[in-house]
C-alpha cells in the first residue's frame, strides 16, 4: 500500500543534541510538508518542498533544517537553537502544492530528557 | 493568507446528524476548501474538499454559499468513532500551503 512512513514513533533527545525525523513517502508526490503540533493546538507548518532540491521556511523554522535530495524523503533535523523541541511532529505530501489533499503520516513525538 | 474559524467543541449523540461551519473571510479566488479529521496521537486523515455549492461523498457531505466566505461539513448519523477533531481548512494556493487553525473537537456520546 502507498504511504507515508515516519519513524521513529518516539524519539528522546538530550539537551544540546540534534535529532533527525525520517519521513518517506511512496505514492510518488511532488511536495512534502513537516507541521509541529502541540497539545490541544491545530498543527504549525515548519517547512515544505514543492520539488526536490529546493525547500522554504514555514511559520516557524527556527531551530529546524531539512533536505530534500530525493522525491521520497524528506527528513528534519531538530537542532539545538530549538528551545522547545517537545511536541508532535507530522510530514506530509501531495501531488502538487495546490489545491491537492495532503496525506500524513502517523507523526513523531519528541521529548526531550 | 487565508485564516479560518470553527467552534472550539461541538457534542452529539450517535445516530445524529452534525454540522460544523467554518468562516473564512478572507478566502482567494483560487482557494479550495478542505476538511479534515484527527484522532490522537494520529496524522489528520483528508474527509472532503470542494470549490463551492455542494460536494458530497461517503462520509461526509460539504456545502459552500455562493459567497465563499463559510462552509459546513455535514457528518450524516454519527457514531461513537467519529469523536474525533475536525479540521477546516483553505488551500494559500500563492505560496503553496495549507493553514491549519485549531479545530473542533467533536464528541459523541451513547
Known amino acids: 500500500d502507498g504511504g507515508i512512513t515516519q519513524s521513529p514513533k518516539y524519539l528522546f533527545r538530550k539537551e544540546g543534541q540534534n535529532v533527525t525525523l525520517s519521513c518517506e513517502q511512496n505514492?510518488?508526490?511532488?511536495?512534502m510538508y513537516w507541521y509541529r503540533q502541540d497539545p490541544g493546538q491545530g498543527l504549525r507548518l515548519i517547512y515544505y518542498?514543492?520539488?526536490?532540491?529546493?525547500?522554504q521556511k514555514g511559520d516557524i523554522a527556527e531551530g529546524y533544517s531539512v533536505s530534500r535530495e530525493k522525491k521520497e524523503s524528506f527528513p528534519l533535523t531538530v537542532t539545538s537553537a530549538q528551545k522547545n523541541p517537545t511536541a508532535f511532529y507530522l510530514c506530509?505530501?501531495?501531488?502538487?502544492?495546490?489545491?491537492?489533499?495532503?496525506?500524513f503520516g502517523d507523526g513523531t513525538r519528541l521529548s526531550i530528557l | 493568507l487565508a485564516k479560518t474559524t470553527q467552534p472550539i467543541s461541538m457534542d452529539s449523540y450517535e445516530g445524529q446528524e452534525v454540522n460544523i461551519t467554518c468562516s473564512h473571510n478572507?478566502?482567494?479566488?483560487?482557494?479550495?476548501i478542505t476538511w479534515y479529521q484527527q484522532f490522537p496521537s494520529q496524522g489528520p486523515r483528508f474527509i472532503i474538499q470542494?470549490?463551492?455549492t455542494k460536494v458530497t461523498n461517503e462520509v461526509a457531505s460539504l456545502f459552500i454559499p455562493a459567497d465563499r466566505k463559510s462552509s459546513t461539513l455535514s457528518l450524516p448519523r454519527v457514531s461513537l468513532s467519529d469523536t474525533a477533531v475536525y479540521y477546516c481548512?483553505?488551500?494559500?494556493?500563492?505560496?503553496?500551503?495549507?493553514?491549519f487553525g485549531q479545530g473542533t473537537e467533536l464528541s459523541v456520546k451513547p
Open positions: 481548512l483553505v488551500g494559500d494556493s500563492a505560496r503553496g500551503k495549507l493553514i
Open positions: 478572507n478566502i482567494a479566488t483560487n482557494d479550495y
Open positions: 518542498s514543492q520539488i526536490v532540491n529546493d525547500f
Open positions: 470542494g470549490y463551492k
Open positions: 506530509a505530501s501531495s501531488t502538487s502544492p495546490e489545491y491537492q489533499p495532503q496525506h
Open positions: 505514492l510518488n508526490h511532488d511536495a
